[in-house]
């Protein structure tokens, strides 16, 4: 937390408005800046009521300060370069330093000051999606605010009326500021810490992008053909694992700011979802699942109880949304002769390679690729390659870990007699000539 005074009066906004001059640029907050690329440790409270924080797959959430009886945060909007996984940068806009922005963590009833400062080339302004708030602090440019002109800080106040998952992100010139990664999670902790408390809380925001091979900046116009699908602005494998202790209860908040809905798989274990950005689902009206859709432009949020031990892949169940890079204009070449093929590609392109005609497994192939993209398929586990991309992780189940420990616990080590194996069934009787049958074909009597 900061310990800089500051000098802005906590009477509350008619709406959100701009600060500026000597006296009012004192009173704003520092505003933390980010350019690792891995999960940070919580942030835990260090005043007010208790709570379990969350982590941000690939994130991390803002730190704030008080300021009497307000929680005070400050969000710069600004050009950034996010690395989608090792070997791919892409020029984004986000906040303070990433894209998506940190996690903004609070209180049930806590009274909340967002300070908003607008480093992009064009004006912009923040909604907070899914929460109940005073309508001038809406953040719709031009209908409930003017919109934040460059090098010009607004300011954000009101009070966290309902615990949940929430999201933020831009309602001034929106199709381009969200295709370009302006977007964050917000979380509102119940004020009692015994409700719904869990052991271990993760959260990341859904979003996509159309980035063409050897290029560094997403094509705002497109609405269908994407090519990148990420959690956090990141792809497999750069996606952070999910390290989990064996016996905990694990909540997983997914927010959706893409273009389509994204059906979200666990492996090895049942879940229920409990919560969306409108709020708590009883438990009475809670069912069982492995799989729950998460639409666009909502919160999805589920808990499970982690009883199972392994690697568990945890993914986005649309099998396009888990490659990378992946061209949709390639015919289905599955039976065709390779051989006849390659002779024919050879003579167009000597340095080509005919494939396909067998499948799309890639782990053993290396072609060479334009700079800055990824392979469509990749990974390696310990049995050999995963080839998977996009929207794929893995929950990491293991004993022993300690509370706040969220390191990569490396490969489960499988017990004796656990995993699958190859078994060679036995030759086939040779076929024999019966006493007394007709004569075998082709042979002579």
């Known amino acids: 937390m900061f310990s800089r005074r500051g000098f802005l009066g906590s009477a509350a906004l008619a709406g959100a408005s701009v600060v500026s001059g000597r006296a009012q640029a004192a009173s704003i907050p520092e505003a933390p800046h980010m350019d690792k690329v891995v999960m940070q440790p919580p942030l835990h409270p260090v005043s007010g009521p208790d709570y379990r924080p969350v982590v941000t797959l690939n994130g991390w959430s803002l730190p704030f300060r008080m300021n009497g009886d307000w ?19 892409v020029n984004l806009w986000g906040y303070n330093g990433q894209s998506p922005g940190p996690t903004i963590e609070a209180v049930e009833g806590d009274k909340v000051r967002i300070f908003v400062t607008n480093r992009l080339p064009e004006y912009t302004t923040v909604h907070w999606h899914g929460m109940i ?21 607004f300011v954000y106040e009101f009070e966290m009326r309902k615990s949940g998952t929430f999201m933020y992100h831009p309602h001034s010139d929106e199709m381009v500021q969200m295709a370009m990664g302006m977007m964050g999670m917000v979380v509102v902790h119940p004020r009692d810490p015994s409700f719904r408390a869990v052991d271990r809380d ?19 116009n497109e609405m269908t053909d994407f090519n990148m699908w990420t959690w956090n602005a990141r792809v497999f494998p750069g996606i952070d694992p999910l390290p989990v202790r064996l016996g905990d209860k694990v ?5 959706n700011l893409s273009m389509t809905n994204h059906p979200i798989h666990l492996h090895g274990h049942s879940f229920a979802v409990t919560c969306t950005d409108g709020g708590w689902i009883p438990e009475s009206a809670q069912y069982p699942e492995t799989t729950t859709d998460v639409p666009v432009g909502a919160v999805r949020v589920f808990d499970v109880l982690a009883d199972n031990p392994g690697d568990w892949a945890f993914h986005c169940h649309k099998s396009h949304h888990t490659m990378n890079a992946m061209g949709h204009d390639m015919r289905n070449m599955i039976g065709v002769s390779r051989k006849d093929l ?17 499948g799309m497994a890639m782990g053993n192939m290396e072609m060479p690729a334009p700079d800055n993209t990824l392979p469509m398929m990749t990974g390696t586990g310990q049995f050999g390659p995963i080839e998977m ?9 293991r004993e022993g870990l300690a509370r706040d420990d ?5 490969p489960y080590q499988f017990p004796q007699g656990t995993v699958a194996y190859e078994v060679t069934p036995p030759a086939p009787e040779p076929v024999r000539q019966q006493p007394g049958g007709p004569p075998m074909k082709n042979m002579k009597m």
Do not use: N
């Open 71 to 89: 929680k005070e945060f400050h969000l710069v909007a600004e050009p950034v370069v996010r690395e989608f996984a090792e070997g791919m940068k």
């Open 133 to 153: 708030i005073p309508s001038g602090m809406d953040g719709v440019g031009g209908l409930t605010q003017p919109h934040i002109q460059p090098g010009k800080t």
């Open 202 to 220: 993760f959260v990341f925001v859904m979003s996509t992008y159309r980035v063409d091979p050897g290029t560094y900046l997403p094509k705002v």
């Open 251 to 255: 909540r997983v908040r997914i927010g």
């Open 342 to 358: 390659a002779k024919a590609v050879g003579k167009l392109a000597p340095d080509g390679m005919a494939m396909g005609s067998t």
């Open 389 to 397: 991309g996009g929207m794929f992780t893995v929950m990491k189940i």
């Open 406 to 410: 969220y390191r990569d616990p490396g």
